[in-house]
């Protein structure tokens, strides 16, 4: 329920903004439309043809956001992995707790993790590896 009037209707009984209220209701001003043309209608066979060719556009397109997808988790994860192994490193020559550069290089690791997953496909246990990857990482930068 989303708080409007009209959100538990069914779609058939909403009302569109064409005769919601204030809109006029008459046609006088619309212009006529032209009768349809028969060279508009379309064969069984060129609906089922657009069907498959549609079909075909839905799958390319799903191909394209999940090779996006991938890419985008695998670059994520190496950019973290490598963020966390540049702080690990940096935490070990100085005067930090032990325990610093260890969550630093265990997070970095997990991010390693999450881009073999993203580079793999697993995109959605690649994002909960990248947070997992960084929470740790945000624990060491809470030790220091």
Same mark, same amino acid.
């Given at each position: ?12 009984? +909403? ?28 064969s069984?066979a060129?609906? +089922?043809h ?14 394209? +956001? ?5 890419w ?25 707790p032990?325990l610093?550069?260890v ?7 997990v ?30 930068? +809470?030790?220091?």
């Amino acid at each position: 329920m989303s708080g409007r009037p009209d959100s538990d209707l069914t779609p058939d009984t +909403q009302t569109s903004p064409d005769t919601a209220e204030g809109a006029p209701e008459t046609t006088e001003d619309a212009p006529e439309r032209a009768p349809e043309d028969a060279s508009e209608d379309l064969s069984e066979a060129d609906d +089922q043809h657009d069907d498959e060719h549609d079909d075909e556009h839905d799958g390319e397109l799903l191909e394209e +956001q999940a090779r996006r997808a991938r890419w985008a988790a695998a670059g994520t994860g190496i950019v973290l992995a490598l963020a966390g192994t540049a702080a690990a490193l940096l935490r070990v020559s100085g005067t930090a707790p032990a325990l610093v550069p260890v969550a630093y290089a265990c997070g970095a690791a997990v991010c390693a993790l999450a881009a073999v997953l993203g580079a793999r496909g697993r995109t959605r246990r690649a994002l909960w590896a990248a947070v997992a990857g960084v929470m740790i990482m945000a624990l060491g930068d +809470q030790f220091d």
